[in-house]
């Protein structure tokens, strides 16, 4: 028997085979992805980057060395060039995973890949192990490089905003990066609208690098974001980079309304876990709206739920590429399945009024429409 293709997971007539060669649930989207993964500037930058980029934030805690290797194998294969990692994943070791993945590939593989990654979160237990602060961020940026075994990252990001740290010193660094050559672009990530602005500003103002990108928490379950942060970002140049757009799980369709979740799931496994909490999420009847009409669209489609709401998702104003994160390489194959499919208007329409997360009044709501808009007539 043939060996594996990394991209269909599958050899010549493994039992247990679809007689095309491809697994049932990808059936026709590879193909289509394969002919159609899109490429998009990383902000206002020229970097070109898929639209589709893998995360790693699994690797290392709930994906093993070789399960992560497999995916990036995948992922490149499919036509995927931006991979997202951080330094506090796993302590270090997703980054770890990343570089021998790296340096045990060719190079024209490794020419292909955007590498970015992120520091401000503790990696230690002393004062200084955490922060935008030069002092942190000279010692994350060489951790990194070190643990990636790179001497250049596309992109580094500021993992969050940190009060303690004034701005321009945070923004000199980055700029003292670029001009070293260790860093291409600096990007932000969970940064609010007004923070956002504020480093466009100054970065101008002081003739600094300027961000390119921003990455953001942002799916149909959560679309906070479009009332500043979205507005922000395309009125600067800025990017999106969403993580979790499947909405930490809920949009794959595997939580009922009825039964909490068990097994081998995020929530099964912690019910409470972060934003997409069972006991916080599940009491909105929105989150039950969305999902029964995200699942409408992906049957009429004979597409499944995730793919429906990534599609979604990559067709917003400003988003340069959705990051994927997945525990295993099937999870990941599936959802690559996104990039062949492009909702029509009707769809979207329909996904968009379910979703609306229903602004108070004033000022994004119906009673500040007079307050932002203007017509000439």
């Known amino acids: 028997m043939t060996p594996p293709n990394p991209l269909t997971g599958v050899g010549e007539h493994p039992e247990g085979a679809h007689p095309t060669g491809r697994r049932p649930d990808s059936c026709g989207l590879l193909e289509a992805m394969e002919r159609v993964m899109e490429l998009r500037t990383l902000g206002r930058s020229g970097c070109a980057v ?17 399960g992560a290797h497999e995916q990036l194998d995948v992922f490149v294969q499919a036509g995927g060039t931006l991979v997202d990692t951080a330094d506090v ?8 995973i990343v570089g021998r993945w790296l340096a045990a590939r060719p190079a ?32 994350a940026l060489d951790d990194s490089l070190r643990r990636l075994g790179v001497d250049h990252l596309d992109l580094y990001q500021l993992h969050a905003w940190d009060p303690l740290t004034p701005l321009e010193e945070t923004l000199r660094f ?86 909490r979740p ?6 099964g496994e912690d019910p409470g876990r972060g934003m997409e909490a069972y006991d ?43 990051i994927l994160g ?3 390489t099937e999870q990941l194959r599936g959802n690559l399945g996104a990039a062949g499919l ?22 994004y709501g119906e009673i500040g429409v007079e307050q932002r808009t203007r017509a000439l007539d």
């Open 326 to 328: 997945a525990r295993t």
């Open 50 to 66: 898929s639209a589709l980029a893998l995360g790693t934030m699994t690797f290392g805690a709930e994906t093993d060395e070789a």
């Open 108 to 139: 024209d593989v490794r020419d292909r890949v955007v590498l970015a990654t992120k520091g401000r979160f503790p990696m230690g237990d002393e004062p200084n192990a955490v922060g935008t602060s030069r002092r942190h961020l000279r010692l």
């Open 174 to 259: 980055l700029d003292d990066a670029v001009s070293a050559g260790k860093i291409g672009y600096p990007g932000l990530s969970n940064f609010t609208a007004w923070q956002v602005q504020r480093a466009v500003d100054l970065a101008e103002h002081r003739h600094l690098a300027v961000p390119v990108t921003l990455q953001p928490s942002y799916s149909l379950l959560g679309r906070d974001v479009e009332a500043e942060i979205v507005p922000a970002c395309l009125a600067n140049g800025l990017g999106l980079l969403p993580w979790g757009p499947l909405g930490g799980g809920w949009l794959s369709g595997k939580y009922a309304r009825e039964q």
């Open 342 to 363: 492009v909702l029509d208007g009707e769809e979207t329409a329909r996904l968009d009024a379910v979703s609306d997360p229903g602004w108070a009044d004033y000022p």
């Open 280 to 322: 916080r999420v599940a009491t909105r009847e929105r989150t039950w709206d969305v999902l029964a009409a995200v699942q409408d669209v992906a049957e009429a489609r004979g597409a499944t739920m995730p793919q429906v709401a990534l599609a979604w998702l990559l067709a917003r104003p400003a988003v340069s590429s959705v």
């Open 89 to 96: 994943y796993s302590a270090g070791a997703a980054e770890e």
């Open 262 to 267: 068990a097994g081998a799931t995020r929530l």
